[in-house]
């Protein structure tokens, strides 16, 4: 923040010899254009369309326009590594206990917000048309953009104040689960709903086919998408256990590193979304390939995956300071900032509330109260709502949209982060938890049977405590894709040579789900 | 070099729609361009000049064009965490030891290869422009540049033959130190007969003012970037030793590395060399900011940058394979190709034997004839080389250097590099050393007295057995540097209450060269 308002107010500015020169062109623009300047002939590159309003804009700050990056940085470079960090660390065991749980929060949940916050606003911009407060265009699409913008929340900094306390298990899984699988969500969501955009001027109205289309769309990008992150991930299980590449560390360390981006690349490349491929990379990677990994690799990749997530969060969240300042199309309206805020109380109420009601009907253990207040609570917003507002700041409507999930983001890390202690004590949700213990019998809320006996005392426990949905998985990769793809289980490290003495420790001990 | 073939051949060429537009601009190429096509504006960026006989090559293949990558992103992403690796990862003890020898041999050796190589290839030029295989303008400082960018050695391969066979500490040390520092030797070398290469027409003959002027700018830009990185270096030392940053390991571990990369940014915004700048960042780091890291973060820098650095080896090597067969504009000609590889044969043998015998008559332990064979046979060219030839491709001189430096460093990597295991056997040089452990009383050319013993008696012999310069250096570092610096070391220990229990061990043992 600081840095740019020294960039925006401290430094001259300087349009001198950088002018934009005209010249017309019939048809189509080109992607390459040769320019004869006095007999020599200059390259140039195709940058993007401006609207005729905005040329003066071109010339308007050289300084601040060199801080400015390519938003698809952000996409590219900045999120595979925080998602892939996000799906290789997870805490398997709650995550798939609560599995059920976290896939009606992710899906649905994002869904019925981006929904209400979509219509919301949408009556937010009818009344600024009333008071003429708009001065530019706004569909209907464009508002159900935003509330997929805004619909993925980020509770990071809750998330590291639960860790640090050691805060409730299953609350922490619910948060973490829902807030991973739904950046993918609002991911497929965003692009979905501005592939199926009216493109014409007059279309204001919004289309049941192309809505359904929209919805076919989303499943066909998140299926494909979790298809290919799934299918990379059981491939380098298979390369780390077949081949001798645990006596290398190094190269192991560097192939699974970029397999796991190759993931990313192979999903874009497809058509499919890099972000949520890399997603379910990452948990198929530290599910299978772990395993498969030479000790010195395993703490390795972790490392790794460990700073680059934290230089690439620490980089968004100070671009994010800088981009308040520095960014130049920025549209700041009153109107529909307050409206913003409102809806995004209210639609992630009509997210929590009715559907921890209906998991409450179907959960053996039950959201308590205090838990929903929490999650309601924990509705922050960061680096993938700001990332999916810059991507595209051309129109209007956008530059709006990307102003205000900027102060929303502020707002929501500063003030509801900085308020997450005092919540917790509020709403008396236990701290100093052992994530592998059992939890007190006192809470009555949310008590989960979990053994620490021996392994197959404790996987019946967890069969029988956990949703039915994760029972039929379990069965499945226990019996069948672990044996496979791993050197744990029975069935096929008994007919398998261990190759190489440095991997003798991976064969001895069969993992389960921590 | 497979996937550049079928890149090359196996794909059909597509020189659809994106065919270049020619407008006329009167003045200079602006940076910035807005095109009007049919009502829309458009905004193009310079990408840079193109000859008018390339015109044709803008249309050729984009397949191709796609996977070229910018020349500066060698420089300003691959190169630095190389280069820093080698500083980081550097045998200090050994490397000290011989700090004259290897000094004389990276700037001497290299300034003498360098002059040597432009030469001959200023001949083979002369011969050519006599046959008629001349085609291009080739300036004298042209042969000059191609002697600076041949003369970068890079003995990865042999290098890590050494390794693997725990060659002879000091001729690694030498072969080590020499190629680290002769990397950023060329770069310097190769921009300042960039600046003051003549920029009119018919400026053909070599200038001495113009020279003098390069040794100048020579001597400038090195120890310039010398100073910028070991005062980043300082910094993150005393930053890590008079904070609590030990406690947060992460954290810790992400200054260390952005504070390394700003040394690189730094240096490159102030005109220095970041290359060489990243470099002595890596030995202060080591030197100094190390002991003060929490044992987390000494293992997690570690390999951090031991991934980072095998990536970037690994995607030069790779890109090399490409560029071969997709670089579009290669010019291979016989003539200089086989006069390139004479050139750096007589080179590398002015470089090393005339220096090696001025610096036995000052050495205590001489370098003996098999070591000199060694080095001279150890003279591959590698990234480095690449990526200052790559740098600048335009003009036919340029094009030239660089297919044929794309070929000397294919052969000496493939031949010479395969070749190391037969030539230690041949040249009778010890392998199975054990670093720290005395050299065996059998080994006559190259003894070193160096105690295993306790600290004192060790630090006693460390300074007898080593170069003046080393001693000189050696007692300031240890009574004044390193106690202000770091932990370790009586006068500032006492004084300092430790702040943190995590870094208690830090305090405890002081540190000797190793």
Request: proline share 4%.
């Amino acid at each position: 923040l600081i840095v740019g308002v020294i960039l925006r107010y401290g430094t001259p500015s300087t349009s001198g010899h950088d002018k934009p020169f005209s010249c017309s062109q019939e048809d189509r623009p080109f992607t390459t254009l040769l320019v004869n300047v006095s007999g020599k002939f200059f390259e140039y590159t195709l940058k993007g369309e401006i609207s005729p309003g905005k040329i003066h804009n071109v010339e308007q700050n050289d300084m601040l326009r060199k801080v400015t990056f390519d938003p698809e940085v952000f996409f590219n470079i900045l999120l595979p590594p925080i998602i892939f960090h996000a799906g290789y660390s997870l805490k398997k065991r709650h995550f798939f206990r609560n599995l059920g749980s976290i896939l009606a929060y992710a899906f649905l949940g994002t869904a019925v917000s981006c929904f209400i916050i979509g219509n919301l606003m949408y009556g937010v911009v009818k009344l600024m048309k009333l008071v003429g407060q708009l001065s530019g265009k706004f569909y209907y699409t464009d508002c159900l953009l935003f509330g997929a913008i805004i619909s993925a929340t980020d509770p990071v900094t809750v998330l590291a104040i639960f860790n640090e306390l050691h805060a409730d298990v299953d609350l922490y899984a619910l948060l973490f689960g829902e807030s991973v699988l739904n950046d993918a969500v609002a991911i497929v969501l965003s692009s979905s709903i501005v592939a199926y955009q009216p493109t014409g001027e007059n279309t204001h109205a919004f289309d049941a086919a192309a809505f359904f289309k929209s919805v076919g769309v989303f499943l066909g990008i998140f299926s494909g998408s979790f298809m290919m992150g799934a299918v990379t991930g059981v491939v380098t299980a298979l390369v780390t256990k077949f081949t001798k590449l645990h006596c290398f560390p190094l190269l192991e360390t560097a192939l699974f590193f970029l397999m796991s981006w190759s993931t990313f690349l192979l999903a874009e490349a497809c058509g499919f979304t890099g972000v949520v491929a890399v997603l379910f990379c990452g948990i198929t990677q530290a599910h299978y390939t772990y395993n498969n990994l030479s000790v010195e690799s395993r703490s390795r990749t972790k490392q790794l995956f460990e700073v680059l997530h934290f230089l690439a969060e620490n980089f968004i969240f100070s671009y994010m300071g800088l981009a308040l300042f520095t960014f130049q199309k920025h549209i700041f309206s009153p109107v529909f900032i307050i409206g913003a805020f409102i809806a995004i109380f209210f639609g992630r109420a009509a997210h929590i509330y009715p559907l921890s009601f209906l998991l409450n009907l179907g959960r053996r253990h039950k959201i308590s109260w205090n838990f929903q207040h929490m999650m309601m609570f924990s509705g922050l917003r960061g680096a993938m709502a700001f990332a999916l507002a810059i991507r595209d700041t051309a129109t209007y409507s956008h530059q709006m949209m990307f102003s205000t999930t900027l102060l929303i983001v502020f707002f929501t890390v500063w003030i509801v982060g900085g308020g997450t202690t005092p919540m917790l004590s509020w709403l008396n949700i236990r701290v100093g938890v052992d994530p592998d213990q059992d939890p007190p019998p006192t809470n009555d809320s949310f008590q989960v049977l979990q053994g620490d006996g021996p392994d197959s005392e404790r996987r019946n426990r967890t069969k029988q405590e956990s949703a039915w949905l994760f029972r039929l998985w379990y069965s499945f990769d226990h019996n069948y894709l672990k044996p496979i793809l791993t050197h744990s289980g029975p069935p096929l490290t008994t007919t398998l040579p261990s190759w190489c003495g440095l991997v003798a420790r991976c064969l001895t001990s069969p993992q389960v789900y921590d």
